[in-house]
């Protein structure tokens, strides 16, 4: 069993992205050590215990980022600081752990191809539970690893990313159970023959369809200490300003698109930054959208409602639309259950945000834009919402300053990249530090900045209008999804021993 948990560990740290070595494969060894887990134990409680670590130390080795901002902004020592990314890995333990449970009974009970159809079900049902409940938060979703490999995340315009993993994770378990079971391995085969073929088809036949329009997008690559200070705000304004004027004499954009809080002010108040940005626009006459705070103000005793806006100006400089921000970070821009716990946000800028509340994509043309703000970019359906709304290209504007050169921004990339293929939309991606891209949708990049330099990057991007199978039943999926998943625990909860229990690996 220590096998199998060091498999899972390994597989997560050298599949999902990193700074040093990524090998997408890798990642299968999560689900297959959980499942080798779930087989040699004895009992459920075994199952749960061993599961749990061994989904802890994967998740620990992919998330140790957060000790980042915890500690280097929010002001922490490090001693408290340092357990947050342990806090964080083993609560997603708990789902591993249940996994593992999951295997342990149905190995003994139901047969081996209805073992790995039920797997497949229960991890993408597993990553839709990750990113709900309690905020969530599916920053490890296994498809992600392969979004460097695009003609393998192809499977997410049918099934969207969690459903793509389900089926990786299928495989994962058919190939675990090839020395007890034959029908195992032949449909792990054809489930990953199915997701090459139908990848490399749509590769092929993918042609460019929509409106034209050239998209400029402006990486200042800000210090994050600085950022807020007041004396270097002016500053700021004229970096944004020299890069966009680069990428305007280079490619004559449609559009420019600055970062998350990129007006580190109020822009909706009048004042020389304010006046800065306005005449910027004018002159050169290209739309601009640019995240700033935002407020409504209130009469006291009652509090201003706060916003992590991105706003959307028009040639002439005036606001023609904004977005804001919808999924908020938890005690990095709000305090869940604020009223009755005695903590702070472990970041500060300006104080708690609220909710956005957005009916319509900001538009100006033929341009209308689906905005995720930050880690917005990692939910399937924020990115669902937006292209309902009627938006023509998605935009991710992000700060990944926060988390240093650490995997994080990486991760965050190809996470973002899964939304493009889900939704048949091109994404533009611009963010403080980086990494800033186009990428078309199959989730091919076709320009792109490093990391934590200044840059400009400029490239055409189509205005697709048309919808993928995943957007048109995005709603049935969930569900059939969930009920699924739910009548193959219930299943294996009521279903008694087979009579001749399968033949043990021996690990």
């Known amino acids: ?241 020299g890069l966009s004027t680069q990428a305007i004499a280079t490619a004559q954009p449609d559009l420019l698109v600055w970062p998350e809080t990129a007006l580190p002010f109020y822009f909706q108040e009048p004042s020389p930054l304010h006046n800065r940005v306005v005449s910027f626009v004018r002159t050169n006459k290209t739309p601009l959208l640019a995240g700033a705070p935002a407020y409504i103000p209130a009469t006291p005793p009652t509090k201003p409602e706060l916003f992590n806006r991105a706003y959307l100006l028009g040639p002439d400089g005036a606001v023609v639309g904004f977005y804001d921000k919808e999924h908020l970070v938890p005690f990095g821009e709000y305090v869940p259950l604020g009223e009755w716990l005695p903590l702070g946000k472990l970041v500060e800028s300006v104080g708690d945000f609220s909710s956005g509340r957005n009916q319509r994509a900001p538009s100006i043309g033929d341009i209308a834009l689906g905005v995720l703000v930050c880690y917005e970019g990692i939910f399937p359906e924020l990115a669902q919402k937006r292209v309902e709304e009627g938006a023509t290209l998605l935009v991710n504007i992000s700060n990944d300053a926060w988390f240093g050169d650490s995997s994080a921004p990486w991760q965050h990339l190809q996470l973002s990249l899964l939304r493009a293929v889900e939704q048949g939309r091109w994404l533009a991606r611009a963010t403080n530090t980086g990494i800033s891209l186009l990428a078309d949708p199959q989730g091919r990049i076709t320009a792109r900045s490093g990391l934590f330099t200044e840059d400009a990057v400029t490239g055409q991007v189509r205005l697709e209008t048309g919808s993928t199978f995943f957007h048109q039943t995005f709603h049935i999926q969930a569900w059939v999804l969930l009920g699924v998943a739910a009548s193959a625990v219930l299943t294996v909860l009521v279903r008694p021993l087979k009579a001749a229990p399968r033949r043990k690996l021996r690990v």
């Open 1 to 241: 069993m220590p096998v199998f948990i060091l498999l899972c560990a390994l597989g997560a740290w050298s599949g999902f992205a990193n700074p040093y070595f990524q090998l997408p494969p890798a990642v299968l060894l999560l689900p297959f050590g959980l499942a080798g887990v779930g087989l040699l134990a004895e009992t459920p409680r075994k199952a749960m215990k061993m599961g749990w670590l061994a989904g802890t130390s994967a998740a620990v080795g992919c998330l140790y980022w957060i000790y980042i901002p915890v500690q280097h902004y929010g002001n922490l020592p490090w001693y408290l600081a340092l357990p947050c990314p342990a806090l964080l890995a083993s609560a997603l333990g708990v789902y591993y752990g249940l996994f593992a449970l999951f295997m342990q009974r149905a190995v003994r009970r139901l047969s081996g191809f209805t073992t790995v159809l039920a797997a497949g079900f229960l991890w993408a049902a597993m990553e839709w539970c990750v990113g709900h409940l309690l905020t969530g938060f599916p920053w490890l979703t296994l498809s992600a690893a392969f979004s460097p490999w695009p003609w393998a995340v192809q499977g997410a315009s049918l099934i969207g990313a969690y459903g793509l993993s389900g089926v990786l994770a299928a495989v994962s378990v058919g190939l675990l159970l090839a020395p007890s079971s034959r029908p195992a391995p032949a449909l792990a085969v054809l489930l990953a023959a199915g997701i090459a073929v139908f990848g490399w088809r749509v590769m092929e036949s993918a042609a460019p369809g929509g409106v034209s329009a050239t998209v400029g997008l402006v990486q200042g690559n800000i210090d994050q200490s600085l950022k807020w200070d007041p004396e270097y705000q002016i500053a700021t304004m004229e970096r944004y300003a």
